[in-house]
Every structure is written in structure tokens, then in C-alpha cells.
């Protein structure tokens, strides 16, 4: 098996786990077709509460300040992809006060909190047509089984700039486990890597404990290339 970032071959370090020596990227395969795994999202918000407010709150004004320091927008067409209720969003919009706001999430429990927003999209980003200026990816991509698809969606939208947070430096689960969510546990140079056909680095940052989210995390602000 191939890495997904980088293409080198993985190294099979336990049942379900895959190690690439190139890049550092760590894979998970759990084994759960389309359907079981839509099922499990159902039900997520039951089990897997969203933090609370507070700490949610310090996350979203750090992600959005750095962010901001990195792009400058106006008119964009912004779509937030996983944004439950869009808290960030709701701090882009303070910051850039003309964007066109998109907010996309698999629940159809985050209805309740989306209400101030006109454009909503309750359904798997796969399945999104159209055409946007900035994705907001924040804990998403590690969620997705195959992200090079994944990565012809983002190309096919059109985005011009990415803004982007995955989990890093955290200790992958035991093969005894039957699921979680995570399938990447990516590195700076993985990430790097897999965007850098067609995306320049703007910025990366590994953040501290507690400061985007529970552990240490990396974030990066990607602007597409011109030809």
C-alpha cells in the first residue's frame, strides 16, 4: 500500500497500522464500509459531546487571528466543512465582516445552531457542488478514510486558499480497538507534502496543548498556485 501523502510504500508495523518511513504519515485501516460509517456519524454527538463553550471559544479566536493574519479576504465565497455550529465562521465574519459564509456538516443536529446563517449544507462534502474561494477544514481530514479524494473535491470546488488543522504528535489506538474516527495521524512533513502540487505553504504552525484543541496540533494556511 502506497502512502496517501507522499506515495512512497507504507511499512506494515501491526494489523491494522501502516507507517510511511518517508514522510512520517501513520495510517489506520479499520475496515467499515461507506454505509456502517455513516451510521456511526449518526449517532456521534450522542457519545462525543462538543467541549465546552469556553474552551471552544479561546480555540476558535486562536485559529481565527492566525488565519487572518495569513489572508486577507473580502467578497470570498468561505465554506467551513465539519462546522457543527460554525463558531469559527462566526469569527471569520467578525474579522471579514463582506465574506459569503458556507457552513457544511454530515449532522443534521447542527440545524439548531445555523439559523442565522443562509447558505447550510447538511450533507457529506463529497456530495457539494458548486464553486467557493476558501475551504476551513478543522479536525476533518484525519475523519476521512481516502483523502485523495478528498483532495480532487478540493480541486474540483475551485478553492483558492485553504485553511487547515489536523491532530499531530498523538499516540495511535491499539489494533484491539473496532473503530475510531481517525484514520491519519499526520506530520508537518506529510501534510506539507500532500498538498504541495498544487498548493504554496502560506504558513504552518504546531500549536501547544490547549491552544486550537485538547493536544498539539498543526495548522496551515495554503494559497492555490497560479500557472
Known sequence: MKCHCCENKYSKISK????????GHLYQDWAK???WVANYYKTYRNTNPLPPEKERELWCG?????FSNKTKLSNEKVLEIGAYDARLTKKIIDIFPYIDPHVNDLDPSALK???DFENVHICNFLDLEGYFDVLIAIDVFEHIDDVRIFYDKVLALGFKYLLIQVPVNRGRKSDNVE???????PTKKSMETFFSKDFDIVDSKITSRGETCYGP????????KTK
Not at 486562536?62 to 492566525?66: E, G, H, Q, T, V
Not at 473503530?179 to 495521524?185: D, I, L
Open 33 to 35: 464500509d461507506a454505509e
Open 217 to 224: 496540533a498543526l495548522m496551515l494556511s495554503l494559497k492555490k
Open 62 to 66: 486562536n485559529l481565527s487571528k492566525w
Open 16 to 23: 491494522k497500522t501502516y507507517l510511511c518511513d518517508k514522510c
Open 179 to 185: 473503530f475510531r474516527p481517525h484514520y491519519h495521524n
Open 113 to 115: 445552531y445555523l439559523s
